[in-house]
């Protein structure tokens, strides 16, 4: 039996030659009209001198061109499955001062994931719309559409796109698109990503982006002029965790629903119009790191609010939202919070050093507020934090200095705690000039007494100085 061959090595061999001859580009079975579809495509957008039937014979082959990619489906054909347009690499297609959409995209049938990036964007290109229609035609296959950075893409996004029934992920950012967000998005049910920013969107946010979109993972409508109120339908997005709808014309209140996002990570409504205070159910949103509210008139008090619920805090940036009150202790419970920006406010009362022993603090932003009394923190402190502490334009507030060291420099912008000598000065400056040398000598001779003495006890010292300067003068003249 020696000389016999055993059947299995034969299968083997044949198994083999098969899965080689699909990868060999020379014998890759590819329905003619598949290729031809895809050539057209691509000149549409490259140009018409780009020849892909002398440059790639075989696309899904061994000559396979850059941002192409195809599957094998069951039927026995290869397909073209991805088309990334855009100088992505060098030898990437890049689009041609003429590039178009052409129809031909739609015959694609298998396509998964189409990408258009810095395209149509030379300052000799004339302006391009998306296609209104046809996208059907993508329906059962397309999952992820992408167009970004293409200066020269305007006019508005088709209704059309909302029969794209598998799309898991749109993405439409830094084009110049205009008009309103269609409604019809809302019918993307397999979302998980949706990011329509930097454009130049207005109108409403559709209610249906929060009723259908339950996969939603991350929804971008940042940086457009979009208007109108936050719709309570968003507090349906069930799995999201990033929300941003930062620089865009928002009016009206934060929704009381958007606390049952439970998974949110980051809410971001910066500069926007959003008024009516924080609202208290965002107190529940226990996973939330980063809750970026600045330039916002929310107005309302950031003392009721028990900060000290959210636990996984890092960033919590409220310049510039008209709030008063006075920095509430639960702030100072926040282990892992980063960045505390509260500047722009009427904020008021006492500044508790306790914030500079919140552990993983790394900037804090104090400016501009209300705040009264002494900044009680630390040499160490402010020399840690460097620039980003920031304390000025607080009229009332001042700085002390430890016993023995009056060399000290404050933080920028606020001035030392005085204790009455510079009313003393202020007095007598508009009498005479010896009256400056004695209570200046006089607030040093206080600093070497020591911090042990109260600030009423120096008050009332260097009033006492005062009178005794005042008679000295009386009597002279
Ligand atoms: C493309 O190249 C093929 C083969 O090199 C050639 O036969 C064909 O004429 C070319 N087509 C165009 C439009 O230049
Ligand atoms: C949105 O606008 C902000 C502020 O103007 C800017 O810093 C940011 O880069 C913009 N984002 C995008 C994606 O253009
Ligand atoms: C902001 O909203 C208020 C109403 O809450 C409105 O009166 C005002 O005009 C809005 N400002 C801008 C810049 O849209
Ligand atoms: C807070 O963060 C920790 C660590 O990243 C994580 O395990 C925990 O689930 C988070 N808490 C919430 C409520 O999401
Ligand atoms: C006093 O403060 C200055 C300025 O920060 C510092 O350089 C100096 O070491 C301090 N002296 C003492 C005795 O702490
Ligand atoms: C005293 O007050 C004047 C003006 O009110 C101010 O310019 C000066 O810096 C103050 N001096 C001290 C030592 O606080």
Redesign the pocket.
Known sequence: MRGAIPVQAIILLLLCFRVLSQSDGSTAPMEEKEKEALYLMIQGFVGNWWNGSGLYPDPCGWTSIQGVSCDLFENGFWYVTTVNIGPILDNSLRCSDNAEFSSYLFELSHLRSFSIFNCFSSPFHKETIIPSQSWNKLSSSLETLEFRLNKGLTGQIPRALGQLVNLKSLVLTENSLIGELPWEIGNLVHLKRLTISANQLSGKIPASFGTNLAELLIMDLSNNSLTGHLPSSLGGLASLLKLDVSNNLLTGNIPQELCKLKNLILLDLRNNNLSGGLPPSLQTMLALQDMLLSNNPLGGSIKEFSWENLKNLTHLDLSNTELVGEIPDSITDLQKLRVLALDGNQLSGFVSPKLADMPSLFALYLNGNNFAGELRFS?EFYNRMGRRFASWNNPNLCYGF?A??T???GPDGVSKCNYGENRTVHNLDAGNKAGRVETTQSSASMASIGSSASSFARYMWISFLEIVVIVFLWSSM
């Open positions: 040499q430890k023995g060291n060399t000290r420099e």
